[in-house]
């Protein structure tokens, strides 16, 4: 799913139209006379009629992002993430507050919720560090968040005597889009472990003890900031 989305970031032209008296016009021809004029549509949507008579020369060139990922300082991802077995599925929203160090690196501090519901909702607080491939808007990256879940009794019609939480790691791959205001998207996926631990009592006079791995692919998307 990713990989054609990646050759579509990569490919994406305009028209550049050189005119005589040096000036130079990039956005896209709509219209176009040979004898006569065109008119070509630039950034924000203006568009400019220019008589063929005062053009040099036209051309087409890959898109030059104005590239907002190159700029250091605060950054927001708001998410889900959709926790796939063959048995069941779980939703996790996720959100990450930390700071872009350049167009390839940026790390950060995230938390989530993580509705296991089996009787434990996990709460995840974790470090997120994302490393981008291209100096560029629109990039594929690498992702690795880990650190820890916080449990939460959920199912009040199990009795339980402990719970506790476990570890959570999370590799994978994405892609990420950031448009002219700065504002982004990305998809992604991986493979996700959640780790937990609770005990109840059982029939008999004795302690029933889970130990769970929750071990599942992960896709999500959401927009960054």
């Known amino acids: 799913m990713l990989f054609p989305m990646i050759l579509l ?17 990039r956005g896209e021809i709509i219209e176009m006379h040979e004898n006569g004029y065109l008119k070509i549509e630039v950034t924000g ?9 005062e053009v040099e020369n036209i051309s087409s060139s890959k898109i030059s992002d104005q590239s907002h990922s190159t700029e250091p300082g605060y950054m927001n991802r708001t998410g889900f993430d959709v926790l796939h077995s063959s ?26 919720i993580t509705p296991y519901n089996d ?5 995840p607080v974790f470090i ?10 629109s990039s ?18 199990v009795e339980l005597q402990e719970h506790k939480g476990g570890f959570l790691i999370n ?11 700065g504002v982004g998207f ?26 769970i791995s929750y071990r599942r692919l992960s896709v999500g998307m959401g927009l960054s900031f």
Not at 119 to 123: A, G, W, Y
Not at 141 to 151: Q, W
Request: charged content about 20%.
């Open 87 to 112: 048995a069941s599925s779980t939703l996790r929203f996720t959100m990450v507050n930390g700071y872009r160090f350049n167009s390839h690196f940026s790390a950060g501090i995230g938390f989530g």
């Open 9 to 25: 970031a990569q490919t994406e032209t305009e028209d550049v139209v050189y005119l005589k008296n040096g000036g130079v016009l």
């Open 171 to 181: 590799p994978g791959v994405g892609l990420h889009f950031i448009r002219d205001s």
């Open 45 to 53: 949507r203006n568009i400019f009629v220019v008589m063929m008579d």
């Open 128 to 137: 997120d560090i994302k490393m981008r491939f291209l100096k560029a808007n």
């Open 186 to 211: 990305y998809f992604q996926a991986g493979y996700n472990i959640d780790n937990s631990y609770y005990e109840f009592e059982g029939w008999w006079p004795q302690t029933v003890e889970n130990d």
């Open 119 to 123: 009787p434990l909702t996990l709460v």
């Open 140 to 157: 594929p990256y690498l992702f690795l968040k880990t650190g820890y879940n916080f449990s939460v009794h959920h199912d009040e019609n």
